[in-house]
């Protein structure tokens, strides 16, 4: 195991009418003068948004609104909230929504303390200043809510990149499971695929010797592949909802990851495909997967065997385990497409004459990248459009 | 899933060498004056205590030492360091050692700052303010270096009881699993038997619906079963010690514990063991738990055969699920023996004449008790007294 260090101070409101304590998280918190940062209208249709300003008003709290976070979130409206920030003497900001919605507050929260452009921060410049942020989450999907990242598309070349430091950690985050019996099938299948692919992320690592954490991982796949498939059949398992809700923050605030290489090649590739095609994330990890776990396999044939017997239930073939590693592979890719998500390019509507650009893209990003991806194994262009080609 | 919060914000510093950031960590979370709590003579025979004291000094912090912390940490040595943090102005404590030590210090912390008598904690008034304290952590078992929880026996009657408290969450722990390289096959395996009985106890619940976290128990039981062989055999294997000291953390810092009803009867029938016997907590543990979730079967047979299916790896007996949880109980047995630990009262040196006593003292305590235990199931004194005949 590697040395690491590990800190995850965001406080947990958890269960039904969690977001009634909105207002005394954020004066808690210290929070004075309050940014709202949302996204479309369904906050506002479901009446969330009303009874968060609600609970910031019984406790004395002003605040600002600011809507309009798109999914993918884009670096414009980052600009905005920066000058209202800077306008209004804001202090905290409190996200309403999903990733988009958490990620966009994240970097606005962090350009408004910070004197040179944001974007810096996407580009490699760590995160150490940043106003505090508190979420209330209403997808199980993106982990933003308990993790150190923020991820978002300059409009400008449609670059989409991530940023992190632990002034990106939340001081608290509500998560009320019952805020995401609203959301669609699709929606909801994306965020348990996103779930998923955190944790993979974290499971191919090329550190040995890290059982407690593999196990981990393995478990929190384990709890996806039963509790998904239910509330794909019936939305209002809250049951269900809650077990989502609690995995995906617990995969990706990095008790599972620590002290390991990872991987985040396939969210480096999925990166390219919704900045270039607005697809959901989810979505892209969904047909990135696969593509990419084949094109490692043989780097450790052993260790996508070993989840292919210990999550996906597959017989281990002791004579030939590239046998069982492909299997479990495989029933990642059924388990996504029953769930409802694409399989391929075509049906995430990405276009093959792209390929050549999107894996130029993924390398030397907007002429500042090294010309690889770098994860469980170190890619140049060639494999990155090698394995686009298998997404066909 | 029931409705919880969840704030755990303790900074972690893990792997070789990390003890050296002491002083740093503790000038980061607002210390000048220090008290140095800590065991017997190992940690100033292998030279901690003075590394530790050369961080401190390097950061310009002063401090006083208070040796002498017990297994079982008594009142008696609490009402000491109180003293001395009165006198001397000590504005953190840090903790040197194992879970008593940790224990200990928050006591301490507890008592330092409350005008009355720091027992009434552990008579059930909540710990809402305390000195910061951070830890050194030497032996992976107790996870007090992650949790808001302390055990203290008092003298007096020797009563062995626990306190609860935000306050008591570590600022920091430090976890460097060479610490733990010294430490004899005996009591590492009591440290892997309060690890595994910290998830058993979270895992034996009443609340339906909370697959995310009996998979997250059941992962770190499992890698506690693949890990605890190998330190026993080969005490310097790093890998496997820090493996197990992650997992030490993981297991009671509550993360797969949250919105569950939980069971601790094992713990409350052990105080009792360790209070009367000053026998080591795991070896305790180790003969009371088969004893417990033996009683304990009938009141959710498929329970037991889901952990015993999952973890131990037993065929389920789908016409009598009570063969199988059976199986796991008496697996669970079998690995513990085989760590090295006891598997009843002759080889605790515990003593069947003294049952009535110790299960009057359960339910009763000093005159406070309500006359029951609670938790998975409900247990009356001639219950308890049952349980205890079946560790002879």
């Not at 408004?112 to 999907?141: Q, R």
């Not at 990149?161 to 509500?174: D, L, V």
């Not at 590739?269 to 607005?278: I, N, Q, V």
């Not at 495989?330 to 050549?356: C, H, T, V």
Request: aromatic letters at 10%; hydrophobic letters at 40%; a negative charge.
């Amino acid at each position: 195991m590697d040395n690491f260090s590990f800190y995850a101070p965001t406080y947990f409101e958890f269960g039904k009418d969690a977001e009634n304590k909105a207002g005394s998280l954020v004066r808690r918190f210290g929070g004075n003068k309050v940014l709202i940062h949302y996204g479309g209208g369904s906050v506002v249709r479901s009446g969330l948004l009303e009874r968060v300003k609600k609970s910031l008003e019984a406790e004395g709290i002003t605040y600002v609104e600011l809507g309009g976070v798109m999914p993918n979130p884009r670096s414009g409206l980052v600009y905005k909230g920066i000058d209202i920030c800077r306008q209004e003497g804001i202090d905290f900001i409190l996200a309403v929504g999903g990733g988009s919605t958490i990620d966009s507050s994240k970097a606005i929260a962090a350009g408004a303390v910070y004197d040179g452009d944001f974007w810096d921060f996407y580009e490699g410049k760590s995160v150490t200043k940043a106003l505090p942020v508190g979420t209330v989450l209403t997808i199980a999907a993106a982990g933003s809510e308990g993790s150190p990242d923020s991820v978002i598309t300059k409009e400008e070349g449609m670059l989409k990149r991530g940023a992190s430091g632990e002034a990106y950690r939340p001081k608290f985050s509500i998560l009320n499971p019952e805020l995401t019996q609203t959301l669609p099938p699709y929606q909801t299948a994306c965020g348990i695929t996103d779930i998923i692919c955190h944790l993979y992320e974290r499971y191919l690592t090329n550190t040995k010797n890290v059982e407690t954490t593999d196990r981990m991982i393995e478990g929190l796949i384990l709890a996806m592949v039963e509790e998904g498939p239910k509330v794909i059949l019936n939305p209002n398992d809250y049951e269900a909802r809650a077990n989502i809700m609690w995995a995906g923050m617990m995969a990706h605030n990095n008790s599972c990851g620590v002290g390991r290489s990872q991987d985040w090649i396939s969210h480096n590739l999925e990166h390219e495909l919704s900045a270039k095609y607005d697809c959901a994330h989810g979505a892209g990890l969904a047909v990135a997967m696969p593509a990419v776990f084949t094109y490692e396999l043989s780097h450790d044939v052993n260790r996508f065997a070993k989840i292919a017997v210990r999550v996906w239930g597959c017989q281990m073939d002791f004579d030939n385990p590239e046998v069982t590693a492909k299997q479990g592979i495989e029933r990642l890719k059924q388990f996504l497409i029953s769930i409802g998500m694409p399989k391929n390019f075509a049906e995430l509507g990405a276009k093959e004459e792209d390929i050549e650009l999107l894996a130029y893209t993924a390398c030397y990003g907007d002429g500042n990248g090294s010309g690889n991806v770098y994860g469980f194994i170190k890619l140049e262009q060639k494999d990155v459009e090698a394995i686009y080609r298998l997404m066909l």
